[in-house]
C-alpha cells in the first residue's frame, strides 16, 4: 500500500516538474530569440543601415533604406484597403446585421482569415500583377490588406458590442438618430480598442513575407509611386538569409533585429494599452 | 429593427411608408446600406479568391486529373507535375512539429493552468502570446543559423548513432531536410497550443477538480485524469489550429527545408512543402502550366487549411457548449 | 381596463395637514399632456401589457408603481418609443402628445420633447460639458455661445451647476453617482423636453442624493410634466401628484396620490400598499 502512494507521489512530483520545464523551455525561445538578435543584429546596425540603399551582388555594405520605407508604403497601402473594409464590416455585424447575411459575412471572414499568407499572394498576383505585367507595390499591399480584414472585423465588431446598451439607449433617448449615435457615442466609446486591435493587425502584416514574394516582389533602388516593385523588410531578410554572402548575412541580422523590434513593441505597447482599457471599461 | 403596428385611423401601411421615409431622411438607412455595402465586398473578395484559384490551375486541372495528388514526379522541364512530394513533405514536417509541440505546448498549459500562482500565469501566458507575433522569415533566419548547425553537428549525428536503425535517422546529414523543417514549426505552432489549451483548461469548473481531489487523488492525477480528459475537446481544436497553421507555414520551412521534391523515409533528408516549393518557384515559372501547376497546388494547401480550421473551431465550439452546460 | 381620470374634476383635498411642498392640484388648472388609451405591448408573443389607459396631466408630477415585473418600466419606455431598440417589441394602441399620434411621429422628435433619465446614471464617456450639449448638437441647435448657456442653464435647473461649474471640460465619470444622475437629468433637460420620463432615477443612489433629485423634480414640474416609475412607495407619496398601481400588465388603479395611498379602491392597491406583496 505504502510502496503504491510512494510512485503515485513520486510520479505527481516529476510529471509537475516536467511541466514546469515545458514552460520554461517555451518561454526561454522568445529570450533566446531576442538575444541572438540583439547580439549579431546589434553589432550589424549602423547609420548606413538606415540610410543608404543595398550595394551590387558581392560588395559589402550599403543599407536596407529602400527596403524600410518600402515596408512603409505597402503598410500604408494595407492600411487603406484593410481598415476600411474591416471597420465597416465590424460595423455592420455589430449594428446593423441581418441574422443570415451576419452568419454569412461572419463565416467568409474566417475563411479569410485561414487562408495561408502563400495563396493570399497567388490571389493578389492573379488579380493585380498578372493584368498590369508586372510587380507592384499595389499588389503587394492589397495583399496585406486583405489579410488585414479578418483580424479588422473581429476587432471592431467585439469592441463595438462591449459598449454597453444604457450608453445607446441614452443617446437614443435624447432624439438621436440610430446612425448618429452610432457615429457620436458607441464608435467613440469603442474607438481605443479598436484602434489598438488595428495596430495589432498592421504589426502583425508588416512582419509577412510569403504575400509579397510575386506582388510587390523586391527592388535593389527606390520604388517611387505605387506601380513598381518595391523592396520590403521580410523580404530582404529572406533574399539576405539565403545568400551564401557573409555582409547579406550580417545585414540580415540587423534587418531582423529592426523587424522584430518594431514588432514586439507595438505588439506590447497594444496588449498593455487594451489591458487597460478593459479594466477601465466600467469608469 | 422592431415593427410598431400602428393603429391611427386604420391605415397602417401608410404610416409604415411615413416611417420608412423618416429612416431613410434620418440616414438610418443610408448607414445600413453602406455598412451593408462593405460587409458584402469582403464576401465578394473571398468568393473572387476561390474562384481565381479555380480559374488559374485550370491548364494543370484538365491535363492532370486527380493524378495530380498521387503522381511523385515534379520536372518543370518535361512539364510533367505532381503533388505528392509537396503534400507528403507538408504532411511529415507538420507531424514532426506537432509531435514535438503538443506534449510540450499542453504541458505548458498544464503548467499555466494548474500550477502557477494567477499573476504569473498571466505573464507568462504574455510572453508566449509574444512568441506568436514574431514574424515566420525572423524564425526562419534564426534557424539557419543556429539550429540547423546544430542538427548538423550534434543532434543528427547522436540521432544516427543511437536511433539509426530507424529508417528515419539514416541517411546523410545536411543539417537542413524534414527534421530541421519539422523541429522550427514546432516552435512556431507552441505559443497557439499553449494560449487555447490554457483558456480551456482554466475554464474546466473547478468542482471537477476538487471532486477529485477530495477523493484523495494527486494534483497530477486531478489534473491528467480528469481536467484535461474534461478540456480534451478544446485541446484537440487548439492541435487542429496548430495543424492549420503548420501547414500554411511558408518562410521558415523554407529557408531549411532543403528544397528537394523527393519522398524518403529519412527525416534528416531534404524534401519541400507545398508553401515552401511555390515561394521558391512561383517567379521562375516559365510557362503558363507550370504556373497554372503551382497554383492548383496553392488550391491543395486552401482546401487542406479550410477543412482542418473548421473541425477546430467545432471542436472548440464543441468545449464552450459543455462548460456552460455544466456551469 | 384602468380608469381614465379628468383632472377637470379634481378637488383638492380641503383642511388636511399639508406637508410644505404641496401637491394639490388646483381645480380646472390641469391639463392633458399625454393620453394613453388602451395601449396593448408585446415583447414577441408575450404581451406584457393589456388595455393600459390613463391621462397624464400637464406639469405634474405622476408616479407609476406597482411590483417588479408588472409592466410600469415597459409602459414608461412605450411613451418615448425606447422598445424600438429591441427586435419583436410591439405597441397596439394609442398614445398621444397634445393631441398629436407619439406613435406615429418621427421617432427623434417625439423623443426630443418626450426625455427620459435611467435608472443607472448613463453618462456617455465625454467631458459633462460634452453630455450636456450633447442633445443640443445632434439635434443641430445652436453655435458655440447658444450651447454655453444651454448648458449652463440646464445644469442649474438639475442643480448641479455649483458642484461642477469649475470642471466642465472634465470627465463625466470624475464625479459622484448622485452627481451623475443629475447630469443625465441636465443632459435630459437641454433639449427644453415638454416632458421628462425616469425611471427608478434614484434605485442606485443614497438618501441624501435621493433627496437632491426629489427636489430637484418639484422644482421641474414648473417646466415639464414629469412621470417617474418608482420602487419606492414612500417616494411616490412624497413627490408625485397621481399615482398609478400597475400589477401584471394591467393598470389597475389611478387617482390622486392622497386618495391612492389612503384611501385605495381596489382591494390589490391597498395589498400592495400595506405591504402583503411585492
Known sequence: ???????????????????????????????????????????????????????????????????????????????????????????YLAEFGG????????????????????????????????????????????????????????????????????????????????????????IPAALRGILTG????????????????????????????WNQPTA???????????????????????????????????????????????SSATG | MAST????????????????????????????????????????????????????????????????????TWDPVFEQFGALPFIFGTIVTSAVGLLLAVPLGVGAAIFLAELAPPRISDALAFIIELLAAVPSVIYGLLAIF????????????????????????????????????GLILAVMIVPFIVSISREVLMAVPVEQREAALALGATRWESTWKVVVPYARAGILGSVFLAMARALGETMAVTMVIGNDPKITSSLFAPGYTIAAVIANEFTEATSDLYIHALIELGLVLFILTIILNGLARLLILATQRKGTAHA | MGVTMDPLLVTPAAGKDQPEKSRVIPPAEAAVKLRVVN???YYGNVQALHGVSLDIAANRITALIGPSGCGKSTFLRSLNRMYEMVRHARADGQILLDNENALNMDVSRLRRRVGMVFQKSNPFPKSIFDNVAYGLRVNGWGGKGTLQEAVERSLIRAALWDEVKDKLHKSAYAISGGQQQRLCIARALAVDPEVLLLD????????????????????LKKHCTIVIVTHNMQQAARVADFTGFFLMGKLIEFNETAIIFKTPARKETEDYITGRFG
Not at chain 2, 47 to 59: G, T
Not at chain 2, 150 to 174: A, D, I
Open chain 1, 1 to 91: 500500500m505504502n510502496y503504491r502512494l510512494l510512485w503515485r507521489k513520486g510520479l505527481n512530483a516529476v510529471m509537475l516538474s516536467l511541466t514546469g520545464v515545458c514552460t520554461l523551455l517555451t518561454v526561454s525561445v522568445l529570450f533566446f530569440i531576442l538575444g541572438y538578435l540583439l547580439w549579431n543584429g546589434g553589432r550589424a546596425i549602423n547609420w548606413d543601415f538606415f540610410t543608404k540603399l543595398p550595394r551590387p551582388v558581392g560588395e559589402t555594405g550599403g543599407g536596407m533604406a529602400n527596403a524600410i520605407v518600402g515596408s512603409a508604403k505597402l503598410l500604408l497601402f494595407a492600411a487603406l484597403t484593410g481598415v476600411p473594409l474591416g471597420f465597416m464590416g465590424g460595423v
Open chain 1, 99 to 186: 441574422k443570415t447575411f451576419s452568419f454569412l459575412v461572419r463565416y467568409t471572414t474566417d475563411l479569410l482569415n485561414g487562408v495561408p499568407s502563400i495563396v493570399m499572394g497567388i490571389f493578389a498576383y492573379t488579380m493585380i500583377v498578372l493584368p498590369m505585367k508586372h510587380f507592384s507595390t499595389l499588389a503587394g499591399g492589397l495583399a496585406l490588406g486583405v489579410m488585414m480584414i479578418p483580424i479588422a472585423v473581429r476587432s471592431t465588431e467585439e469592441f463595438l458590442r462591449t459598449v454597453p446598451v444604457s450608453l445607446r439607449e441614452g443617446a437614443l433617448a435624447l432624439g438621436a438618430s440610430k446612425w448618429k449615435a452610432i457615429v457620436t457615442v458607441v
Open chain 1, 198 to 225: 488595428i495596430i495589432l493587425d498592421l504589426a502583425r502584416v508588416a512582419g509577412e513575407t510569403a504575400p509579397l514574394l510575386f506582388t510587390a516582389f523586391n527592388n535593389r533602388f527606390w520604388s517611387p509611386g
Open chain 1, 232 to 278: 520590403s523588410l521580410p523580404v530582404m531578410i529572406y533574399t539576405y538569409a539565403v545568400a551564401p554572402y557573409e555582409d547579406w548575412h550580417r545585414q540580415a541580422w540587423a534587418a531582423g533585429l529592426v523587424l522584430l523590434a518594431l514588432v514586439l513593441l507595438t505588439n506590447i505597447t497594444a496588449r498593455v494599452v487594451l489591458a487597460r482599457k478593459l
Open chain 2, 5 to 72: 403596428s400602428i393603429e391611427v385611423g386604420g391605415a397602417p401601411r401608410l404610416g409604415r411608408v411615413r416611417a420608412f421615409l423618416s429612416r431613410l431622411r434620418n440616414g438610418d438607412e443610408v448607414a445600413h446600406l453602406i455598412t451593408l455595402l462593405f460587409a458584402s465586398t469582403i464576401l465578394l473578395i473571398t468568393i473572387l479568391l476561390v474562384f481565381e484559384l479555380y480559374r488559374n490551375s485550370a491548364l494543370a486541372r484538365s491535363k492532370f486529373g486527380w493524378q495530380f495528388l498521387f503522381t511523385r
Open chain 2, 146 to 181: 543556429t539550429l540547423v548547425p546544430l542538427l548538423r553537428t550534434v543532434v543528427q549525428p547522436f540521432l544516427k548513432k543511437t536511433l539509426g536503425f530507424l529508417p528515419f535517422f539514416q541517411g546523410p546529414n545536411y543539417g537542413v531536410g524534414l527534421l530541421a523543417a
Open chain 3, 39 to 41: 395601449l396593448d405591448f
Open chain 3, 200 to 219: 427608478e432615477p434614484c434605485s442606485a443612489l443614497d438618501p441624501i442624493a435621493t433627496a437632491k433629485i426629489e427636489e430637484l423634480l418639484f422644482s
